[in-house]
């Protein structure tokens, strides 16, 4: 669905941010993630928390920061997914910018205020503000620090060779756009297909807005064998639907979301192999091969040859994956990176030997 871009929006100085934090059962970090939003440095927030049917001491835990601070409302609902809880949230907002927030993820205390300050500093036509996140464990230590591409302007195609955002927590969007796009497809889970919720949004707010980021790690991505990007099969099929369904409105992308799904394979192949499932993880590299060999060769290229040689000392010259102060901070508490991380302004290209991404700001409008 296409958004009307004719009218954009100047923030005002004090711009209520509505923070959508849909949780399921999610004691065992809630409150963690919950204290994360409470001490954000930008303080003009509501906070929704929209309960999807727990079974567990979730309710209980949220209502203590509901008791204690009047910023924060706990919504509850029937399970339904966590789209549909999403939904929920951004409809009852009364912000003109929501914030989403998985119940098991982390913030840095400027992530809201780094953000606000570029959507002011961008300008009105923007739709989406996004970061960097550092992959983190279950203790909230550090796994990984990786170097993704950032891209502002209209960047649908860069998009659509890879997910910029990467998970649902690192955004800061118009509301009025999210609810013209649709909000996030709830039908997935009724397709037994859930996991690219998010994708297909971006991936419409792409397509009718300009987008900025900040360059800071803000956000601690949650990476257990037990979440939901663990269901490697549901989310091939989530994003193979999504992409389907994209490419009846954008034909000539074709070739760009061959590399996304190749680099969506690779990742999962990686993730299968870090949680112990080789056959899975082989699983993941036959369906690269059999469905794009020659990008498959290239990802390996870069994914595997590259950072061996890169720690043998080896200089090739090309791009690295991850931050040069990973190791520094691997191990650490994702706290450690609100002060000491260096930023990263300047683009790193994805693929060694794709075409190069243009411009998002001189390329023009699609």
């Given at each position: 669905?296409?958004?009307?871009?004719?009218?954009?929006?100047?923030?005002?100085?004090?711009?209520?941010?509505?923070?959508?934090?849909?949780?399921?059962?999610?004691?065992?970090?809630?409150?963690?993630?919950?204290?994360?939003?409470?001490?954000?440095?930008?303080?003009?927030?509501?906070?929704?928390?929209?309960?999807?049917?727990s079974t567990d001491s979730t309710p209980d835990l949220v209502n203590r920061f509901v008791e204690s601070d009047a910023r924060f409302h706990l919504i509850t609902k029937s399970n339904?997914?966590?789209?549909?809880?999403?939904?929920?949230?951004?409809?009852?907002?009364?912000?003109?910018?929501?914030?989403?927030?998985?119940?098991?993820?982390?913030?840095?205390?400027?992530?809201?205020?780094?953000?606000?300050?570029?959507?002011?500093?961008?300008?009105?036509?923007?739709?989406?503000?996004?970061?960097?996140?550092?992959?983190?464990?279950?203790?909230?230590?550090?796994?990984?620090?990786?170097?993704?591409?950032?891209?502002?302007?209209?960047?649908?195609?860069?998009?659509?060779?890879?997910?910029?955002?990467?998970?649902?927590?690192?955004?800061?969007?118009?509301?009025?756009?999210?609810?013209?796009?649709?909000?996030?497809?709830?039908?997935?889970?009724?397709?037994?297909?859930?996991?690219?919720?998010?994708?297909?949004?971006?991936?419409?707010?792409?397509?009718?807005?300009?987008?900025?980021?900040?360059?800071?790690?803000?956000?601690?991505?949650?990476q257990t064998p037990s979440n939901m990007s663990s269901g490697a099969f549901r989310m091939i099929r989530s994003q193979d639907i999504v992409i389907g369904e994209f490419l009846e409105?954008?034909?000539?992308?074709?070739?760009?979301?061959?590399?996304?799904?190749?680099?969506?394979?690779?990742?999962?192949?990686?993730?299968?192999?870090?949680?112990?499932?080789?056959?899975?993880?082989?699983?993941?590299?036959?369906?690269?091969?059999?469905?794009?060999?020659?990008?498959?060769?290239?990802?390996?290229?870069?994914?595997?040859?590259?950072?061996?040689?890169?720690?043998?000392?080896?200089?090739?010259?090309?791009?690295?994956?991850?931050?040069?102060?990973a190791r520094a901070f691997q191990g650490q508490h994702f706290r450690s990176l609100n002060a000491d991380c260096p930023k990263r302004d300047h683009q790193h290209s994805l693929h060694?030997?794709?075409?190069?991404?243009?411009?998002?700001?001189?390329?023009?409008?699609?």
């Amino acid at each position: 669905m296409s958004c009307d871009r004719s009218e954009g929006i100047a923030l005002d100085q004090d711009e209520l941010v509505s923070v959508i934090v849909p949780a399921f059962n999610a004691e065992k970090w809630i409150t963690e993630t919950l204290s994360c939003i409470a001490a954000q440095t930008y303080s003009d927030i509501e906070v929704l928390v929209v309960d999807d049917g727990s079974t567990d001491s979730t309710p209980d835990l949220v209502n203590r920061f509901v008791e204690s601070d009047a910023r924060f409302h706990l919504i509850t609902k029937s399970n339904g997914g966590v789209a549909s809880a999403r939904n929920l949230g951004i409809e009852l907002a009364r912000g003109r910018l929501i914030a989403p927030c998985d119940a098991d993820d982390l913030w840095s205390s400027n992530k809201l205020e780094l953000q606000v300050e570029a959507w002011k500093r961008a300008g009105p036509n923007v739709g989406l503000v996004y970061c960097r996140s550092a992959s983190i464990d279950s203790d909230s230590l550090i796994l990984e620090l990786p170097i993704t591409p950032l891209h502002r302007g209209r960047v649908l195609i860069d998009m659509c060779r890879a997910n910029l955002i990467g998970n649902g927590s690192s955004t800061l969007m118009r509301r009025d756009a999210v609810l013209a796009a649709g909000g996030y497809d709830a039908s997935l889970r009724v397709r037994n297909a859930e996991g690219c919720e998010d994708f297909k949004l971006y991936l419409q707010l792409s397509a009718d807005y300009d987008f900025d980021y900040v360059s800071d790690y803000c956000v601690g991505y949650r990476q257990t064998p037990s979440n939901m990007s663990s269901g490697a099969f549901r989310m091939i099929r989530s994003q193979d639907i999504v992409i389907g369904e994209f490419l009846e409105q954008f034909p000539h992308l074709k070739r760009e979301f061959q590399w996304n799904q190749s680099w969506f394979l690779n990742w999962l192949r990686r993730k299968s192999i870090t949680n112990g499932r080789y056959l899975e993880s082989l699983g993941m590299l036959f369906k690269m091969i059999m469905r794009y060999p020659g990008i498959t060769a290239r990802i390996l290229v870069e994914s595997e040859l590259v950072p061996a040689f890169q720690r043998t000392g080896w200089d090739l010259k090309i791009s690295p994956t991850m931050h040069p102060s990973a190791r520094a901070f691997q191990g650490q508490h994702f706290r450690s990176l609100n002060a000491d991380c260096p930023k990263r302004d300047h683009q790193h290209s994805l693929h060694i030997q794709a075409p190069a991404p243009e411009d998002a700001e001189t390329r023009g409008r699609l």
